[in-house]
């Protein structure tokens, strides 16, 4: 299982762009990169999953680049909401265990 | 948008009681999972479920655990004689089968359990 580092906290203002950079040495050729987003004392939240290149959604892009050694989720103009941890997953798509592995994640703080 | 719910949010429990942990995934997904996160810490997977059996559980889910869809909608996780360090927030989160579209796991909002 490839394992993942990020950051372990990041600050923000209001209205920037945010990148947080996940590392993923040890990716596999079948794994997917997936973000998720927990606000505290609720579930995580699905934000973003992509293979290679450049994926975007209505709530953020995510960059990997050709090596797929990294990846790096881009939120555009951050408002105060967006304070929450992020966490970056690596796993294979459509497999049939599925369980998730969850790092530390990195503690965005976005202030006013 | 339809969603994973939790019921109860908040359970307090004594030492050694046993409690029941419900939870409706969305409508029409069939593989089910059980996490929990203790405070400040990671979120850690305790089991899946697919086909109304286990597929894969953690070194976390001894024999006090067990889960259990007792009909078409719910989804239980069962802790027959709760220990203190069984104190966390425990997630339930679904996913569709078909695998070739996103394998995204949806989660619902937990249910905090205090064991005192």
């Known amino acids: 299982l490839a394992k993942t580092t990020q950051p372990i906290s990041m600050d923000s203002y209001e209205g920037q762009e945010v990148n947080i950079t996940c590392s993923h040495n040890?990716?596999?050729?079948?794994?997917?990169i997936t973000w998720y987003q927990q606000f505290p004392s609720q579930g995580p939240r699905f934000i973003i999953q992509g293979y290679k290149t450049k994926v975007t959604n209505e709530v953020a892009s995510l960059f990997i680049p050709a090596d797929r050694k990294s990846s790096t989720l881009s939120l555009p103009r951050v408002s105060l909401s967006d304070t929450a941890v992020y966490y970056c997953?690596?796993?294979?798509?459509?497999?049939?265990?599925?369980?998730?592995?969850f790092g530390r994640g990195t503690q965005l703080t976005v202030w006013p | 948008e339809p969603e994973v719910t939790q019921t109860p949010s908040h359970q307090v429990t004594q030492m050694g009681q046993e409690v029941i942990l419900r939870c409706v995934p969305i409508s029409n997904h069939l593989y089910f999972y059980w996490y929990r996160q203790i405070l400040g810490q990671k979120v850690e997977f305790l089991v899946s479920?697919?086909?109304?059996?286990?597929?894969?559980k953690s070194e976390i889910f001894d024999d006090q655990f067990s889960v259990e869809r007792p009909d078409g909608s719910n989804f239980t996780l069962k802790i027959r004689s709760t220990k203190l360090e069984d104190s966390a927030m425990y997630f339930c989160?679904?996913?569709?089968?078909?695998?070739?579209?996103?394998?995204?796991?949806?989660f619902g909002p937990g249910t905090r359990l205090t064991v005192l």
């Open positions: 997953l690596v796993g294979v798509r459509g497999s049939t265990l599925g369980r998730l592995y």
């Open positions: 479920f697919y086909n109304n059996e286990i597929s894969e």
């Open positions: 040890n990716i596999a050729t079948n794994d997917y």
């Open positions: 989160a679904s996913r569709t089968r078909r695998e070739h579209l996103s394998d995204t796991q949806y």
